[in-house]
């Protein structure tokens, strides 16, 4: 699959979803919208294990020893989580959505133009859609070449939520695809930067680690657990420096 995909089938169903929405308005039931988000958090979960299991990778054994990658995932996702809950990863996120929100919200006011509804419409669902641990892994690992399947669920998911928000917030929804094609693409180019640089072991280590944040994101989907999912994404930094550390040891 060619690299990109990912990012361009989740502008794709954006356009669609929200082009849905102006037309339909509400009539989805909430009950439809409630399954197929279940639905796709059980999909996500078996993506998440599939990343996981690259614990085992014999790459990342080879460079570590058999008992290592284990520790480097704990230490990893410990280390991690300490740093992102520090910096309030997950606050700032809400926070910077509040900023762009009323800096955006003021245009009118202070001589601007365009439409309040608009612009509320647009940066709400470029915050939903471009903000959370699913667009920065699947974008990361389709850069990497590991495939667009966390980006295409991501699609799924974003296509039903532009459709129930273009209902409510209008055509600025459908602006929001622009967003998602700036973000995804950066950050896809980011992982395929970095599949250029990083060698097989860290790569596996990321994965792995990736793999059990993306739990987290499933869990939330089956509204079995709500926690602080972007506290831990420094793990996916410090990953590798472990892996490094290691291997200097």
Known sequence: MLIGVGTLTNVLTVLVGSGLGLLIGHRLPERVRTTVTAALGLVTLLLAGQAAVAVDDPALRDAVGSQAPLLIVLG?????????????????VGDLGGWLRRRLGALRVTGG??????????VTASLVFCVGPLTILGSINEGLGRGADQ?????????????????????GVMASALSVGVVQGSLTLVGLLLGDVLPDAHLAAITSVGGLILVGVALRLLDLARFAVADLLPALLVAPLLVSVVTMA
């Open 76 to 92: 990893s996702l410990a280390i991690g989580g300490i740093l992102g809950s520090l910096m309030r990863l997950e606050d700032r």
């Open 113 to 122: 133009t365009g439409d309040d509804r608009f612009v509320t419409g647009f």
């Open 151 to 171: 980006l295409l669920v991501k699609s799924v998911l974003d296509g039903f939520a532009s459709l129930a928000f273009a209902a409510s917030l209008g055509v």
